[in-house]
C-alpha cells in the first residue's frame, strides 16, 4: 500500500548556520500568524504530538531533546522508530514543521515547545494498514496503560481506493475504530487530505483514508506561485494539487506549490548573512529539517503532508495555552472559530472551516 502520495515535490536544500538561518524562507509560519503568537508566549510547551509516519530522527540538530525517544516506536518489524532508506526524511520534515526547536539554527516549529513522539508505521513511504492501525491505536492509549500519551496525532499519509473494491469497506471500518478510539481516550487527529486534486464531494467510487476516517480533521493544502517574485501570489492560494470539498476538509495550511513556470533565479538573504540562489519556484514550497541519517539537512518539500502539521503546531499551542489536556471536540472548535475564513463565506471547498489563524487561536 503506498501511503505517501507522488504528487509531493521534495528539493534538497542546504546546511544549517546559527540564528535560525533559514528563517527569511520560511514563508509559512508567516502566513499563518505564528510569530505574533510566539509574542505572546505560546509555545506548545508541555504537549505531546505523535508524528505517525516513516522513520524520524530524534537527533537531528532542530529536533534533538525534542522527542520522547522511551515512547517513541517502531510498528515496522526490524527497524527502530528512528530509521529509514537514508536521504529524505518524511517524518523528520513533519516533525520539523510542528515542533522544530527555537535554538538559533536552522528553522521553526509552529509549536517549538512541543513534544514530538516518533511512532514509525512506514519504511521507504510505504506500510501496512495493520501498522497505522496500530501505530494509532498505541499512540492514544495513556502512558499509564503502556502508551504514548499523545495529545495530538499527526499523520501525514494516505490512501485512496475504490469504495466497492475487495475488502475496502472492512479496512475503512478497521482505521476508523482505531481513530474513534484516539478520539475517546482526548486525542485529536488530524490527517492530511491528499495530493490527487480530487473534489472529494463528487467522487462517489473514492474514499481517502485516513483523511475521511471518524472523528479526523482533514487539512487541505495552500501554497503561492512566486512567492519571491514580483507577481508573486498569496500564500493563501489553494494548492495545486490538493484534494478538496466539503465533505472531508476540515481546514486548510502551508502546503507549498511547485507550479511557477521557468527556472528563472530568486536570491533570498540568509541569517546572519549571506544569500541563498534557486530556481524561484523552489521558495514555494516548505522548509523544514528533513535528513536521516544526518542531523543537519534540510528540504523543501510541498504537499497536504506539510500542511497537516502546521494545523497539529496550531492545536498544540491551543492545548499548551489551555493548560493541559483538552477533549479532541473543544480542540477542533477553536481551530475552526480562530482560522480565517477564506473562500466562499462558511465552510468552503478547498479551506474548509478557513486557513489556520495561530495568533487567534492563542488571543
Known amino acids: 500500500m503506498q501511503w505517501i502520495d507522488p504528487g509531493e515535490r521534495v528539493v534538497e536544500a542546504e546546511g544549517i548556520g546559527s540564528d535560525e538561518t533559514f528563517y527569511n524562507l520560511q514563508w509559512a509560519p508567516a502566513a499563518i500568524h505564528a510569530p505574533e503568537a510566539w509574542d505572546l508566549g505560546a509555545r506548545g510547551t508541555g504537549v505531546r504530538v505523535a508524528v ?161 476516517s471518524t472523528n479526523v480533521i482533514a487539512v487541505s493544502a495552500t501554497g503561492p506561485m512566486g512567492l519571491f517574485t514580483a507577481a508573486g501570489s498569496s500564500p493563501d492560494r489553494p494548492a495545486s494539487y490538493t484534494n478538496f470539498g466539503q465533505s472531508a476538509i476540515g481546514l486548510a495550511a502551508p502546503g507549498g506549490d511547485f507550479v511557477l513556470p521557468g527556472n528563472a533565479p530568486c536570491t533570498v538573504a540568509l541569517i546572519p548573512a549571506g544569500t541563498i540562489t ?41 492545548i499548551s495555552k489551555n493548560g493541559g489536556p483538552m477533549h479532541p471536540a473543544q480542540v477542533e472548535a477553536a481551530l475552526r472559530q480562530s482560522a480565517d475564513d477564506l473562500g466562499k463565506p462558511g465552510n468552503d471547498d478547498f479551506y474548509g472551516a478557513g486557513r489556520v489563524n495561530a495568533l487567534r487561536a492563542v488571543q
Open 52 to 212: 505517525i509516519d516513516g522513520g524520524l530522527n530524534n537527533t537531528h540538530i532542530d529536533l534533538n531533546g525534542s522527542v520522547d525517544v522511551a515512547r517513541s516506536r517502531s510498528f515496522v518489524a526490524g527497524f527502530n522508530f528512528n530509521q529509514d532508506v537514508a536521504g529524505f526524511s518524511h517524518a523528520t520534515h513533519v516533525a520539523g514543521i510542528i515542533a522544530a526547536r527555537d535554538n538559533g539554527v536552522g528553522t521553526i516549529g509552529i509549536a517549538p515547545g512541543a513534544t514530538i513522539i516518533g511512532v514509525k508505521a512506514l519504511h521507504n513511504g510505504s506500510g501496512s494498514f495493520a501498522a497505522v492501525i496500530g501505530a494509532i491505536v498505541y499512540a492514544a492509549t495513556p502512558i499509564s496503560q503502556g502508551g504514548a500519551g499523545a495529545d495530538i496525532i499527526n499523520m501525514s499519509l494516505g490512501a485512496g481506493f475504490d469504495r466497492q473494491g475487495p475488502g475496502a469497506a472492512h479496512l475503512a471500518n478497521a482505521l476508523s475504530r482505531a481513530t474513534t478510539y484516539a478520539y475517546q481516550q482526548g486525542t485529536t487527529v488530524i490527517a492530511a487530505a491528499g495530493n490527487s486534486a480530487v473534489d472529494i464531494d463528487h467522487t462517489n467510487n473514492l474514499i481517502f483514508v485516513p483523511a475521511q
Open 278 to 318: 534557486r530556481p524561484c519556484w523552489v521558495f514555494d514550497l516548505v522548509m523544514s529539517p528533513g535528513s536521516i541519517p544526518g542531523n543537519t539537512g534540510y528540504f523543501w518539500a510541498a504537499g497536504t503532508s506539510m500542511a497537516a502539521p502546521h494545523v497539529a503546531g496550531v492545536a498544540a499551542l491551543i
